[in-house]
């Protein structure tokens, strides 16, 4: 069965670093989307992606973070200046009309 | 706006018992709701949707509107049901965006 597919699985960067996270969506879905989960907390819409455009965005995807589909496979999440506040695991996924699909996450670690 | 709540962050239960993890939700509309499940060292993924009204892995859930409830339950547990799982909701009609809830952590023991 097709996946989403994340990578790297873990990445550790410096304070104020920038950071891309990659993510190759299940080919036919419209829709993508990136979640964050801090440790010990709950799953977290950062923002949706359909027809190359932000379709909605949450209250944490502020000016730090940018996404963006380069060529017709990959979808990706740059942190533009990383805060330690910004460790946490990110979860891209990709829907059709039988829910999202998840990819594996990357576990960021800001130092 | 809407909301889940999932009431227990941890449930512990026997291998064979029945389990019940509880998921309620707010919100005005028509809603969607979904349990996701995530296995050790896994990616989450779907388990069930109500609309389906489908019964996966001895799961099922039913969607309670007078109670705004989709508890999800299985009659006897399996050791291979220790998980995370969390309940979702989606505006019907509206941007395709699940709200999570925290989740909860089923453990059996054998």
């Known amino acids: 069965e097709p996946e989403v597919t994340q990578t790297p699985s873990h990445q550790v960067t410096q304070m104020g670093q920038e950071v891309i996270l990659r993510c190759v969506p299940i080919?036919?879905?419209?829709?993508f989307y990136w979640y964050r989960q801090i440790l010990g907390q709950k799953v977290e819409f950062l923002v949706s992606?359909?027809?190359?455009?932000?379709?909605?965005k949450s209250e944490i995807f502020d000016d730090q973070f940018s996404v963006e589909r380069p060529d017709g496979s990959n979808f990706t999440l740059k942190i533009r200046s990383t805060k330690l506040e910004d460790s946490a695991m990110y979860f891209c996924?990709?829907?059709?009309?039988?829910?999202?699909?998840f990819g594996s996450g990357t576990q960021l670690s800001v130092l | 706006a809407q909301r889940v709540t999932q009431p227990e962050k941890l449930l512990s239960v026997f291998k064979g018992a029945p389990v019940e993890l509880k998921c309620n939700y707010s919100?005005?509309?028509?809603?969607?709701l979904f349990w996701y499940v995530q296995y050790s060292r896994q990616r989450l993924q779907l388990l069930l949707r109500?609309?389906s009204r489908e019964s996966i892995k001895g799961f099922t859930a039913d969607l309670n509107k007078g109670e705004t409830s989709f508890h999800l339950k299985k009659p006897f547990a399996q050791e291979e049901d220790s998980a995370m799982y969390y309940c979702?909701?989606?505006?019907?009609?509206?941007?395709?965006?699940?709200?999570f809830g925290r989740g909860t952590s089923l453990i059996v023991h054998p």
């Open positions: 992606f359909y027809n190359n455009e932000i379709s909605e």
């Open positions: 080919s036919n879905h419209l829709y």
């Open positions: 919100y005005s509309g028509s809603p969607e």
């Open positions: 979702a909701l989606t505006a019907s009609g509206g941007s395709y965006i699940p709200t």
């Open positions: 109500h609309i």
């Open positions: 996924a990709s829907t059709d009309s039988r829910g999202l699909f």
